[in-house]
């Protein structure tokens, strides 16, 4: 069930988007080889450091660089605790591209966004670029 949902993440942010940031990867990096076996550039980022063959860095989204986030099209996060998702909204905001968050279980925040179906896994985007 985990690598469908991240392969189904993957695969969306693949479709739609041709840059993409990973917030709170936790080492797992299913969807963001996804990206890059398009040849779509993906970074993730964690407050954790992990040996990991995709690029990654050390960050936290609360407190950011914002340089790290300025050429996303879309910032992404899977399964991210709800009470880090004001924080990936302003960011998201602040160097204006879209937010995609899947929820683990049933948590949403606020109204849970713009709901989309991507391969059976419900994704939430709670900021859209202009």
């Known amino acids: 069930m985990m690598y469908h949902i991240e392969t189904a993440v993957g695969n969306y942010i ?10 709170g990867f ?8 996804i990206l890059l076996e398009a040849d779509i550039p993906v970074l993730c980022t964690d407050v954790h450091t992990y040996d990991t063959d995709v690029p990654a860095v050390v960050d936290d989204c609360v407190e950011p660089d914002f340089s790290l986030y300025e050429n996303a099209d879309v910032i992404y996060a899977i399964r991210p605790g709800v009470e880090i ?3 990936l909204i302003a960011l998201a905001k602040r160097v204006g ?14 109204n849970g966004g713009e709901r989309i179906d991507a391969d059976g896994v419900m994704l939430h985007r709670y900021v859209k670029k202009k």
């Open 97 to 110: 591209c879209d937010l995609i968050v899947y929820h683990l279980g049933f948590e949403l925040y606020l």
């Open 26 to 33: 936790g080492g797992k990096t299913v969807a963001a080889k």
């Open 14 to 23: 693949r479709d739609h988007y041709s840059s993409a940031v990973e917030v």
């Open 85 to 87: 998702v004001p924080a």
